[in-house]
């Protein structure tokens, strides 16, 4: 009990915020499902580890490393000259090694493939999350504590960044994602930023470097960050004028945090190299940034993904930014430039909404510049009437509740991952199950009149193809639409598995969702998210792909309409599509119509 009484309300504070993150992967249990944790964009960030290190194949020319039957461990991109080359920088890479290499070893031990991806990996890569989770709040920790912050308040802070914003969710159920690994560079950057400025030694001048250099290499628009070195206690013109002088008096300084920030680049500029031949190389092709029309409403406060309709936390350090108080004097001019930039550059990319997520992910890294005014908001009210202290103190029990139970929602695909609406929001609030026709009040996102620059919210017109292309045959209609197997399971044009057509994900996003484009006779063909159609690959085991750019013979199917929605494909060989067991590929090999060749069609 002495032993208790000694911790600080803190450290319970970061300690429960952990205990959360654990619970919530214990209920989960994502390390036992195959196309969990190693998913989405962490095939990139994590892609540097196994190939280097466990097949020394950083060109990932030996194999296409294909396990199971139907999953990849990579996805690469491929160049205009055949090049595998991965899309995403090694930053990520760096802080997963530790952790990589223990899996890795416990591997070898154990019974379990050592093969990059097997679950051990997946559990280290989950702890790795936590991990940093905890470390960024503790530096969170200092930083306040160097503003004079009692622990109460410190800890109020934790609870509530940790327990009440999307930070829980990219901690646990959607870990491990980039953003608290920049979360806890962000909360070191601000520790480092004021010891430098208290003393500017080389010891913390080259720390500062490497942190940049870290930083931007997960996420390259984050160098922005330095602003904030740059700018931190300068209140006003007299005071940017005595920083300017100072850093033109130590520009050696400035110089040497460059060359350390570059040298963390070193092994990304190599790794470039020795795939592309360039020391420099642009890996998102056809994705930028649209500079002249950012959707920074939309990214608020829309309801597809708004930052503050699904992390409402967030205002209260918003309002402390604006509260008179002399702490802020050095930090409010360097903290609300960078997050107007920042605002301004993440909602100026062509995928503001940025994929399906559970809110704005990519906000969370500002959460530790924001936690300053946010222990100062906590510090006023706790020290205002207690009708405050007890109406505040609701209000964020309420929101922490709120912030969970979404993050269940958006497990259980109940809180949609890219096509809330308004209406949907409010019939959905509160219900874990889904409401009765849950579909039809989803509106998608049109990625290609977003990767052109207009909004998302443009209804899909397609005018790819045209008459002449459909090999004679008159289109009658065109519909958006997605189809559910006999396992449960939505069929998806798997970038990860070649675009061979699998029925293994429990939510239609953008992979799972076609075009069914009708002719006469019930003859039909469908078109995937990339623009190819889906063929019956007869040389190669009648499997279904999703690769074709023009209608031919293999492209066409005919459609069979059984009732209740659901439906069958003949393939031009005269057999059904049929859902092979094991590796829940698409295949045409059915002489008749049983259970496996029956999909639930479902309309968009």
């Not at 360097?334 to 993440?346: A, G, K, Q, S």
């Not at 393939?571 to 060749?597: F, M, P, Q």
Request: proline fraction near 2%; charge should be neutral; include cysteine.
């Amino acid at each position: 009990m002495d032993f208790l009484k000694k911790i600080k309300l803190s450290t319970l504070a970061i300690l429960l915020v952990a205990l959360a993150c654990f619970i919530i992967d214990l209920s989960l249990k994502n390390w036992e499902k195959q196309d969990r944790v190693i998913e989405h964009d962490i095939h990139w960030y994590y892609a540097y580890l196994p190939s280097a290190f466990i097949y020394d194949d950083i060109k990932e020319e030996k194999s296409d490393y294909r396990f199971d039957d139907n999953y990849y461990l990579y996805w690469p991109l491929v160049t205009a000259d055949g090049k595998k080359i991965t899309k995403t920088t090694c930053g990520l890479a760096i802080l997963y090694s530790p952790f990589f290499f223990a899996a890795h070893a416990y591997a070898t031990i154990s019974d379990y493939p050592e093969n990059g991806f097997s679950e051990p990996y997946k559990i280290f890569l989950l702890l790795s999350a936590i991990f940093y989770l905890v470390l960024g709040l503790d530096f969170i920790r200092k930083v306040l504590r160097h503003y004079g912050f009692s622990d109460n308040h410190i800890a109020i802070t934790v609870l509530l960044l940790g327990l009440g914003t999307n930070l829980l969710c990219y901690s646990s159920q959607s870990a491990p994602m980039s953003h608290v690994y920049n979360f806890f560079l962000f909360a070191v950057f601000i520790h480092y930023t004021i010891k430098w400025h208290q003393s500017s030694s080389i010891k913390n001048t080259i720390i500062i470097g490497l942190l940049l250099g870290l930083i931007s290499l997960i996420r390259p628009s984050n160098v922005i960050i330095f602003l904030f070195f740059a700018l931190y206690n300068v209140s006003d013109m007299a005071s940017f004028r005595e920083r300017m002088a100072f850093f033109r008096k130590e520009c050696f300084l400035l110089n040497l945090i460059a060359l350390f920030a570059l040298l963390v680049w070193v092994p990304q500029f190599l790794y470039w190299k020795e795939v592309t031949g360039n020391y420099l190389f642009y890996s998102y092709t056809d994705e930028g940034f649209f500079f002249s029309h950012p959707r920074i409403m939309e990214g608020l406060f829309s309801f597809r993904k708004g930052w503050l309709v699904y992390t409402p936390m967030m205002i209260f350090p918003l309002i402390g930014l604006f509260f008179r108080d002399r702490l802020l004097n050095g930090l409010r001019f360097p903290v609300v430039l960078f997050m107007l930039l920042n605002i301004y550059i993440i909602f100026s990319w062509w995928c503001w909404w940025y994929g399906g997520t559970f809110g704005q992910r990519s906000m969370i890294e500002s959460y530790a510049l924001l936690a300053i005014p946010f222990a100062l908001v906590i510090r006023r009210v706790a020290e205002s009437r207690l009708w405050m202290r007890i109406a505040s103190g609701s209000v964020c029990l309420f929101l922490i509740w709120l912030n969970i139970f979404q993050t269940y929602q958006y497990e259980a695909l109940t809180l949609h991952w890219e096509g809330m609406t308004k209406e949907l929001y409010f019939k959905q609030f509160g219900k874990l199950d889904k409401i009765k026709d849950y579909d039809q009040y989803v509106s998608w996102a049109n990625y290609d009149e977003a990767k052109k620059g207009n909004s998302c919210e443009t209804p899909a017109v397609d005018t790819s193809q045209s008459i002449k292309d459909y090999n004679g045959r008159k289109e009658v209609q065109r519909s958006m639409i997605s189809l559910q197997a006999a396992n449960g399971k939505f069929l998806c044009a798997d970038e990860g598995l070649k675009l061979n057509v699998v029925a293994t994900k429990d939510k239609a996003s953008t992979w799972e969702t076609f075009t069914l484009v009708m002719f006469g006779n019930n003859e039909c063909a469908l078109r995937c998210h990339k623009n190819f159609f889906f063929s019956t690959e007869l040389n190669h085991e009648k499997e279904i792909t999703a690769t074709r750019e023009a209608i031919g013979t293999w492209e066409i199917f005919s459609l069979v309409e059984l009732g209740d929605g659901l439906v069958a494909f003949r393939a031009t060989n005269g057999k059904y599509l049929s859902l092979e067991d094991g590796s829940s590929r698409i295949v045409a090999k059915a002489d008749n119509i049983a259970e496996k060749e029956k999909f639930r069609l479902i309309k968009q």
